[in-house]
């Protein structure tokens, strides 16, 4: 029998929360209702969001931000349930079975509340880390939204022990972006001068000797680890690519799309896995740019683009967005902090976006990711065990909640190039960690 919701009054955001918690989360069947006199008839299990209380029903008493549609600074007072940090919490003088508004909690997370309120952004006109309401409250590390689910599905069935439900299924996805795919080839006359320049006024003569055996066919690029990572990793829907096709810039080095080099490995990424577009540092809030990539894209992998992320991670909600929803985006996976691991959007499971602005759900899922290579490489780097913790941490926690783990690389931190340690060993153990069943 389904779970009926009352509350005395519907929204957009209330309904938008209740489908993420009850469908994709705990797979419930649910309904909505705000007619007293419907649930009071009602003989299945019933969750009270009200603070008159339904007699047999488990209740919850509602916060306001469900049912405004303005955006405006919101102070939350945080507590604990279930050795979990909560919020907001409710009056301690009105007593509920679920002693804090988790819905509103929840969208406040997911639908990136904060991030519309005016913070103080990074040099790349970033959301930070160290501003955002999970890192400051000490639970970034954990898919609370997940957690909170699993805890009222507990209630829920203390108090209704036949209530339907079905049990999900832990997932993993690896996914890579191809920032550039090479370290030397399929660079051009002017790069690969400016190249030997460098290397030169740096008195870095090993690579010197390196680029000239490369670009003359006697040693395999640095970068060319693509074998060996088609052994690795899961495939097709378990792994994805975000190929960049920009132009050159200051944070952007790409090789051009018509090169033969990179129409060959193109080939073998689509043949093997999904693609999707990696937008270049300076597709933020830029349409036309944008849409100039997608088509570039588009015409060098010969099939249509759905997914999309951000190269630098360089967005802002909701304007980066709007892009991808008119040029027919519809699955975005640049929910993650550059500089922190953690679970930005406080959730493991994929979401639709929520606009604020005009209160409606758009046509684009969002799906969030806890780990980085290039986040963790420092840590990686001088003491490995401790990026392995990390690591390990994040994975636990989406097991817990069997939600989705889904991890970012890079490939010139995967290839043993640079002076420090390649990272694929970390790669390994994710693997290895999440049964991602990879090839061997």
């Not at 000490?138 to 829920?156: C, M, R, S, T, Y």
């Not at 993993?172 to 790069?191: E, N």
Request: net charge positive; hydrophobic share 35%.
């Amino acid at each position: 029998m389904e779970l009926l919701i009352y509350c005395r009054q519907l929204s957009p955001r209330l309904e938008y929360t209740c489908r993420f918690i009850f469908k994709d989360i705990l797979r419930m069947p649910f309904r909505l209702s705000c007619s007293f006199s419907e649930v009071s008839n009602y003989s299945g299990p019933i969750l009270c969001y009200d603070k008159q209380a339904i007699p047999g029903s488990l209740t919850m008493h509602p916060s306001q931000i469900l049912f405004e549609t303005d955006i405006k600074p919101i102070s939350f007072s945080v507590g604990q349930w279930k050795n979990l940090p909560a919020f907001p919490m409710g009056n301690s003088h009105q007593k509920a079975d679920i002693p804090f508004d988790m819905l509103a909690g929840t969208f406040f997370l997911i639908s990136r509340y904060e991030e519309y309120l005016p913070h103080n952004s990074d040099r790349h006109n970033r959301f930070r880390a160290s501003s955002s309401f999970a890192f400051r409250h000490g639970f970034l590390e954990l898919p609370v939204v997940d957690l909170w689910a699993f805890e009222l599905l507990n209630a829920l069935k203390e108090k209704y022990p036949h209530i339907s439900y079905k049990t999900r299924q832990f997932s993993s996805q690896v996914t890579i972006d191809l920032d550039c795919a090479y370290a030397y080839r399929g660079k051009g006359f002017l790069r690969t001068a400016l190249g030997f320049a460098n290397s030169l006024a740096t008195l870095n003569l090993k690579r010197v000797a390196q680029r000239f055996r490369v670009i003359t066919n006697k040693q395999k690029d640095p970068f060319e680890i693509y074998e060996e990572l088609f052994q690795l990793l899961p495939p097709e829907e378990g792994t994805k690519w975000f190929v960049h096709v920009g132009d050159w810039g200051k944070f952007d080095k790409p090789i051009k799309v018509d090169k033969s080099s990179m129409i060959t490995l193109i080939n073998r990424l689509v043949s093997r896995y999904p693609i999707g577009i990696h937008p270049s540092y300076r597709t933020y809030l830029n349409d036309s740019v944008f849409r100039k990539e997608l088509s570039r894209l588009v015409d060098a992998i010969g099939q249509s683009v759905t997914s999309s992320r951000f190269h630098y991670l360089r967005f802002t909600i909701p304007n980066s967005y709007y892009p991808l929803i008119r040029a027919g985006i519809t699955q975005e996976y640049s929910m993650g902090f550059p500089e922190k691991p953690g679970f930005r959007a406080g959730t493991c499971t994929p979401y639709p976006f929520f606009d604020l602005y005009d209160n409606s759900t758009k046509n684009l899922k969002i799906f969030p990711f806890p780990i980085m290579d290039s986040t963790l490489r420092r840590i990686a780097w001088q003491t490995p065990d401790e990026a392995v913790e990390i690591v390990k941490r994040l994975i636990d926690s989406a097991k817990r909640v069997n939600g989705t783990f889904i991890s970012v690389w890079h490939v010139d931190y995967l290839a043993d190039f640079n002076t420090k340690p390649s990272l694929l060993y970390l790669l390994k153990y994710v693997l290895e960690r999440t049964n991602g069943n990879p090839k061997h």
